[in-house]
């Protein structure tokens, strides 16, 4: 929706790693030294790690982008906890290769073939397997042994390890895992953005898709957007998502540090309802005089729906009878029949009519942001699948 409103070509911020918006930060223009050195070697692990979203898998797509094919065939494993024979089946799938049954030496014999018949062909073989933290000992140190194999004096196969911040502390302190220590040729450590670095992040992904300055960022706008977000590529994303997302609801022109701070807010109440059990909400609508359920990514199910229109429903019934209670209260010096007030009288009238319209205001307010809770769900819905933006 957003990017329509605003004139873009595309959405900047999306959640998806895309390579056309690689941002080379000091960190990632350190990392993708340490790979191409890594790479020049040609054998051994390259081992990356960063926080979650800190843009391992963007520096692996941008990467994928600059290699040679002609040379160098890869392959991408994204692990689940796996234990050492099904670490081995996943690696002869990620090269296309088919194995019958669970038969672990039938998958090593079958990568050795593949990885020889590719070295012949003078093809190098890189894997990179990402989220190496799920992975137990044994399956790590079946990609050690994978490592092992040759033609000749001439190392078949390198390996890029992607992983979180636990992953490095188990490497660099386990004892079982010595032998793969002394494999690993280049490692570097993804940190996140700087405050500068925040905004020209933005900027970049933003001009990508053909800003023309519609948005405005208010002043002090990105120095509150790195506070909230620790610098870390995906929370941007996620923020400046919302942000421009509100911003196109409310017809703005400009981004606000009080339209930041609705968005902080809304998202740190989802995260809350989600904590306090938001599942649950998928058996039965939620009562009406609840908060609106989480919305999990990737699905939004009708009784969830049902959820967030029940609670507007029941603040409209509210103003409607925070209303009610205005009319009875009285306008004037007159009484409902015109009868004059005494001064006592008119005095807890105003005291009855300056209470209601208090909680009108109220009324109002919690109304406004149950509606952009609804609307905001709905349209992050509708955009996460080309065929429900189309409908």
Same mark, same amino acid.
Not at 30 to 50: D, N, P, R
Not at 161 to 169: A, I, K, V
Not at 320 to 348: C, H, N, T, Y
């Given at each position: ?26 960190s ?11 790479? +020049? ?5 390259? !081992?990356? $790690?960063?926080?979650? @979203? #800190?843009?391992k898998?963007?520096? =692996? *797509? ?8 002609? +040379? ?5 494993? !994204?692990? $689940?906890?796996l234990? @050492? #024979?099904?670490?081995?089946?996943? =690696? *002869?799938?990620?090269f ?33 397997v ?11 140190e079946e ?11 001439h ?10 911040p ?5 490497l ?23 405050a ?12 990508h898709?053909?800003w ?6 208010d ?20 923020v ?34 989600g ?11 939620a ?14 199910p ?17 103003l409607e ?5 205005l ?9 409902a ?5 005494s001064?006592e ?25 149950s ?16 065929s429900?933006?189309?409908?």
């Amino acid at each position: 929706m957003y990017e329509q409103f605003y004139g873009f070509t595309g959405r900047p911020f999306q959640l998806t790693p895309d390579p056309q918006f690689y941002f080379e930060s000091t960190s990632h223009k350190k990392a993708m030294s340490y790979l191409g050195y890594g790479l +020049a070697q040609g054998e051994g692990f390259i !081992v990356i $790690t960063g926080e979650v @979203g #800190a843009g391992k898998s963007t520096l =692996v *797509a941008h990467l994928m982008e600059r290699i040679d094919r002609q +040379a160098l065939t890869a392959a991408q494993v !994204v692990t $689940t906890a796996l234990d @050492g #024979a099904e670490i081995v089946h996943v =690696v *002869a799938q990620a090269f296309g290769l088919h194995v019958e049954g669970h038969d672990k030496a039938g998958a090593l014999g079958a990568i050795e073939r593949f990885l020889q018949d590719e070295a012949r062909a003078g093809r190098r073989c890189l894997l990179v397997v990402d989220e190496c933290q799920n992975l137990d000992l044994d399956a790590l140190e079946e990609l050690r042994m994978l490592s092992n194999f040759q033609l000749g004096a001439h190392p078949l196969l390198q390996s890029l390890l992607l992983g979180q911040p636990e992953f490095r502390r188990t490497l660099a302190h386990h004892p079982g895992l010595e032998q793969l220590r002394q494999r690993i040729i280049a490692s570097h450590h993804l940190e996140a953005l700087d405050a500068g670095e925040v905004e020209h992040y933005v900027r970049h992904r933003l001009g990508h898709v053909g800003w023309d300055g519609r948005p405005l960022f208010d002043d002090g706008l990105i120095d509150a957007l790195y506070r909230q977000t620790g610098g870390i590529p995906r929370r941007v994303n996620q923020v400046m998502n919302r942000l421009l997302l509100l911003g196109a609801i409310e017809e703005a022109d400009s981004l606000s540090l009080t339209m930041l701070d609705d968005v902080i807010a809304e998202m740190t109440a989802d995260q809350t309802r989600g904590a306090r059990g938001g599942s649950d909400l998928r058996a039965a609508p939620a009562p009406a005089a609840t908060p609106a359920p989480a919305v999990a990514q990737g699905s939004l199910p009708a009784t969830e729906v049902a959820a967030l229109l029940a609670e507007r429903d029941a603040r409209t019934a509210e103003l409607e009878a925070a209303i009610s209670e205005l009319q009875s209260a009285g306008i004037g010096s007159r009484d409902a029949d015109g009868v004059a007030l005494s001064p006592e009288e008119a005095q807890i009238a105003e005291a009855r009519l300056a209470a209601a319209l208090e909680r009108i205001e109220e009324r109002l307010a919690e109304q406004e942001q149950s509606f952009r809770h609804v609307l905001t769900m709905l349209i992050e819905w509708l955009e996460e699948d080309p065929s429900r933006e189309a409908a």
